[in-house]
């Protein structure tokens, strides 16, 4: 698609048909009369004018329009459970919150069961007892003087999940038989928690437990008789409780004694040898770690001298979780008192001003969506952040390893990156390189996702500013790609790139060689038919709204939001949740694009050696291992 083109047809047809003759019998000046560089010129100083009277406005006027930094999601209910749902917000004058369910305001005359509480910056709904009438769409809104701020989510109703697909064996020895299967279908509104798995002898023995606390869909049964027949049953576990139990596998029997054993991968087996430990699945999904806000005004310091290298060596690495061309991040462990942690090594030979930067920009960003820095030092060459452990694992690769991913999981990435790009915005900063590298899992049981790597962040105004070319060639912006002003929507095309690979399992823009992938991005030219026919139409039109070449034209974080395929309305989650794609073609792309990365991956001895790591000099990509999760 080539955007300019469409852009002056519709031109032509609507400014010179209903416009022009208007204009020019009123002898006013007509755009269309002007010199081809005062069009040019107009606009950039009418932008450079609103942000002139924008600053002066807030010179003026000493405030904020309100903002949240917390917000509830959408979740079950059932009936007779109590249900608290809290907004913390920003803002000065201090904003008037107001809920609302189905567009009907909520108070505490509305129902005896129904609490409203406003203390300082945080608003409480509480239900003392839940109905199945309060499921629907709910809304809660935050007003000042100098703006209004909203947020939708829906309450469904919660019910046990349904059973699984028949499980399958896929490897079986003398004495071991290895078990997959399939979350079901209806997970009852609520996160998957755990499974319990069965096996009987033959077709007609009594059912026995193999385990029922597992937190992954496989499992490897051992310590069976060669030779022998076994089935296998499975169900699953949401917050509600057990549902049914899956059909039972056909009767498949073991090997003669002498097999070879099944060779689990290494993520496969750190997975297995938790479950075998007796570690016990959580009844619930942990609640958010609550936020230090105090340090957007006393930032995180970075310390240096003696002193810092006396306690980085706490920081005791274990195991790497990845690296790029200039840095490494393994999972470490802190000596006194065993916390986990991820650190980031960075090297600043050469690039002390680009590693200050990136510091600069981590020190004060506080938000749920965002990795937190915990503790900054500079050892040598060496820049170490402490950070929030996450899973280790990147939004890309954890799509690519299932079997099949709906719509509906590429939505709630989605919605959760555009929190994380909302809070950016509101501070002033754009991301400029918003990849799958930089969008991490917190945990590999559930979409819940956070921004990393500030290395490219910026400040920018609303009329752009200058920045460093960084970041993924297919995933940069059109201006971004040409050095030109950076603004905060750049990190909007690229969500949408994101959400097109998901969808597709390929890039929009990619060409045979670089230089065609420079004009695919500079002329906004992709194809639909990488598009799989499950994808919505909404999901379609809402790519084609992001994908415009003037940074002007792309939607706002609000704008996204308010689009037809982020509605949260049942009609359109079943919708999502309908469109099923299978993870084979995206994980053909997770290859490419991972190995890619790895051959400008950084090999510097100052990082792999860092506190006596030892980590090898090269490293491969293997799409199955997640390791240390």
């Not at 201090?94 to 129904?114: A, C, E, H, Y």
């Not at 809660?140 to 469904?156: D, E, K, P």
Request: net charge negative; glycine share 6%; aromatic share 10%.
């Amino acid at each position: 698609m080539d955007e300019e083109i469409d852009d002056e047809r519709r031109h032509r047809t609507f400014v010179d048909k209903y416009t022009v003759g208007f204009i020019r019998s009123r002898m006013e000046t007509c755009s269309l009369d002007m010199p081809r560089r005062l069009k040019l010129e107009i606009p950039a100083r009418l932008a450079i004018r609103e942000e002139a009277q924008t600053e002066t406005e807030e010179v003026s006027y000493i405030g904020t329009a309100p903002f949240f930094r917390e917000k509830p999601n959408s979740c079950a209910i059932t009936e007779g459970t109590p249900l608290t749902l809290t907004v913390l917000i920003t803002g000065s004058p201090d904003p008037v919150v107001q809920w609302f369910k189905n567009d009907t305001i909520l108070g505490d005359s509305t129902s005896p069961r129904i609490s409203i509480t406003t203390d300082k910056d945080r608003s409480t709904l509480a239900y003392s007892e839940c109905k199945e009438f309060d499921a629907g769409l709910y809304k809660v809104v935050a007003r000042n003087n100098l703006g209004q701020v909203s947020h939708r989510f829906r309450l469904a109703k919660g019910h046990l999940p349904g059973p699984t697909d028949t499980p399958d064996v896929t490897q079986v020895s003398d004495t071991e038989a290895l078990v997959r299967w399939r979350p079901p279908i209806d997970d009852g509104g609520s996160h998957i928690i755990s499974y319990h798995l069965q096996i009987r002898i033959g077709g007609d023995g009594e059912w026995s437990t193999l385990a029922d606390s597992i937190e992954h869909e496989f499992f490897l049964a051992s310590n069976l008789n060669p030779n022998s027949p076994y089935q296998f049953r499975v169900k699953a576990n949401n917050f509600i409780g057990w549902g049914e139990f899956s059909a039972s596998t056909a009767t498949i029997r073991t090997a003669a004694p002498g097999e070879n054993k099944i060779e689990l991968n290494r993520g496969m087996q750190y997975l297995q040898q938790q479950t075998e430990s007796g570690k016990k699945a959580p009844q619930q999904w942990q609640e958010r770690r609550d936020l230090d806000y105090s340090k957007e005004h006393e930032p995180v310091k970075l310390k240096t001298g003696e002193n810092a290298e006396l306690q980085v060596r706490k920081y005791n690495p274990v195991s790497e979780w990845g690296r790029g061309r200039y840095s490494l991040v393994a999972k470490c462990v802190r000596s006194d008192d065993r916390r986990h942690f991820a650190l980031k090594l960075l090297d600043m030979r050469e690039r002390s001003t680009q590693v200050k930067e990136e510091v600069e920009a981590l020190k004060s960003l506080r938000h749920e969506r965002i990795a937190q820095l915990y503790e900054s030092y500079c050892v040598g060459n060496v820049t170490v952040l402490v950070m929030e452990p996450l899973a280790g694992v990147d939004v890309l690769t954890y799509m690519a390893s299932q079997y099949q991913y709906s719509e509906q999981q590429i939505y709630t990435v989605v919605n959760q990156v555009l929190d994380a790009l909302s809070y950016l915005h509101w501070r002033g900063y754009s991301h400029l390189d918003l990849q799958p590298d930089n969008i991490v899992l917190t945990s590999t049981r559930r979409c819940d996702v956070k921004l990393v790597d500030f290395g490219s962040a910026q400040q920018v105004s609303k009329a752009g500013s200058p920045i460093n070319l960084a970041g993924h060639l297919e995933y940069m912006a059109p201006e971004v790609l040409l050095e030109q002003r950076g603004f905060v929507s750049s990190d909007i095309w690229s969500l949408g790139v994101v959400t097109y690979v998901l969808l597709a399992g390929a890039s929009p823009f990619a060409g045979l060689d670089e230089e065609e992938t420079r004009s695919n991005v500079q002329y906004v030219r992709f194809k639909f038919e990488h598009l799989s026919a499950a994808t919505t139409q909404e999901a379609i039109r809402f790519i084609m709204l992001i994908f415009k070449r003037d940074p002007s034209k792309r939607p706002t974080v609000d704008e996204c939001r308010d689009h037809k395929w982020m509605l949260e309305t049942d009609f359109t989650t079943k919708k999502r949740e309908r469109a099923v794609f299978f993870g084979t073609k995206l994980r053909e792309y997770d290859l490419s694009y991972h190995r890619a990365r790895l051959e400008g991956a950084t090999r510097a001895a100052d990082l792999l050696n860092f506190n006596d790591a030892a980590f090898l000099p090269r490293i491969a990509y293997d799409p199955d291992v997640l390791a240390d999760l």
